[in-house]
């Protein structure tokens, strides 16, 4: 009976992997719906996982193992190629499953997916990558053409991040980039002490890491913390620790007038709110109705009173407020989204460079519309996360020179948790995955003079 399940992981697994291609659609949305969907046991909903993301995760990679057994790759249909790598994925990179059974199960589902010729064609390229071993990366000659396979990064983004930071720290980005993120939480200490929340997980058996880089943040080893009592009562908030660093980088005090300009869904509004704890006001504006409302959820189970909500375009925002209205604008900008591949690794193959032109100038549209609502002597933080020059320390140079009442804040280094403040040696600070496991992230703090 087990067989039958761990069928039905592996068919979900690739139907996930036809729809992620076929929509375009975040990897990380669908998984947790087709989880719900079909009431999966813990033990599955770790396979499932574990497949669907090692797949996506090293896409460019198994179609060059791939490519020498298939010949007319074209003809086939979509399903088989996912089913193909699916199954070449637990046979190169998981030691648990036996190749055997990996072949076993392909053959069952292209047997029931297709007819006897697909299931026997699966079957004749399986065995035969078992019999003749896999092509070696070291056939390509061209370093980054290998880099790029060998850590399925399309070309021309190694060849962007090679441009930007150098060979030895696209590797090490591309390399991190293929594990699993872990899963972090920001206690909420107008509720509860760190000690004390961790206390009540480990009672649950959940296994917690108190963040050394965060004072308020832990790390779950073992267990998802938003399926926990503490989750619902408003004690912590799923968020990751380097995005924690937008409210550090901005400094509120209590009693302030804030302006979280791209907010939903409310994750750097709520760590302003508790970090004000609960007085003043936070105006956390979005654009789409449907995620402010998940911003007035977070402040709801959160017990945060000091958040009001506002549905409009922040780039026409000088409409609803006066200017030098703010005592502190954060701007956390729509971005490429390049410092989050490891929780969303479809969006690798679906970015272009054009998307970045288009973004960067969308980003310099934002600053210049939020930068009269400051007053005299606030700090404007600008936050991505992505870890590309041009969306980040370009935009934010080019806002300075045509924005001269504007200087980069060099005070914000004071401002950070100890463990960061050795990365800054100005007013901006840009974060690699590799740093210390977060995702990649980028904050430059500014005044007005």
Partial sequence: ??????????????????????NQSYSNLLLNNVIEKNQLSPIDIGLLTEL???????????????????????????????????????????????????????????????????????NGVLRSIQRKGLPSFNEVPDRI???SLETSHPLWLVNRWVNQFGYDKTKEMCEMNLTAPMQTARINLTKITRDECAAILEEDGFEIEKSSIIPEAIRSLKGNLASTIAFKYGMLTIQDESSMLAAYALGAMENEFILDACAAPGGKSTHIAEKMN?????????????????????????????????VSDSRDIQEKFKDESFNRILLDAPCS????????????????????????????????????LLKKGGVLVYSTCT???????????????????????????????????????????????????????????????
Avoid: C
């Fill in 1 to 22: 009976m087990t067989i039958k399940t761990k069928k039905n992981v592996r068919e979900i697994a690739m139907d996930l992997l036809v729809t992620i291609e076929k």
């Fill in 52 to 122: 669907t993301y090692g797949t996506l995760q090293r896409r460019m990679a198994l179609d060059f193992f791939l490519q020498p057994f298939i010949k007319d790759n074209k003809k086939l249909a979509n399903w088989i190629h996912h089913l193909l790598r699916l199954t070449l994925y637990q046979m190169v990179y998981l030691d648990r499953i036996p190749d055997r059974a990996a072949i076993y199960e392909a053959v069952e589902i292209a047997k029931s997916r297709g007819h006897k010729g697909i299931a026997s064609l699966v």
């Fill in 145 to 147: 053409e290998r880099l």
């Fill in 278 to 310: 609960n007085t003043g006001e936070v105006i956390s504006v979005d654009l789409h109705q449907h995620k402010v409302k998940l911003i007035n959820e977070n402040a709801r189970r959160l017990g945060l009173s000091n958040i009001k909500t506002n």
């Fill in 337 to 372: 989204g390049l410092g989050v591949m490891r929780r969303k690794p479809d969006m690798k193959y679906t970015k272009a460079e054009k998307d970045i032109e288009r973004l960067s100038s969308i980003q310099q549209e934002l600053l210049t519309s939020v930068a009269p």
């Fill in 387 to 449: 870890v590309d020059k041009q969306e980040n320390e370009d935009t934010v140079k080019t806002f300075l020179e045509n924005n001269p009442d504007f200087e980069g804040d060099l005070s914000f280094k004071q401002r950070m948790p100890e463990a960061i403040q050795p990365l800054i040696s100005g007013y901006d600070l840009q974060i690699f995955p590799q740093d210390f496991g977060s995702d990649g992230f980028y904050i430059a703090a500014l005044r007005k003079v």
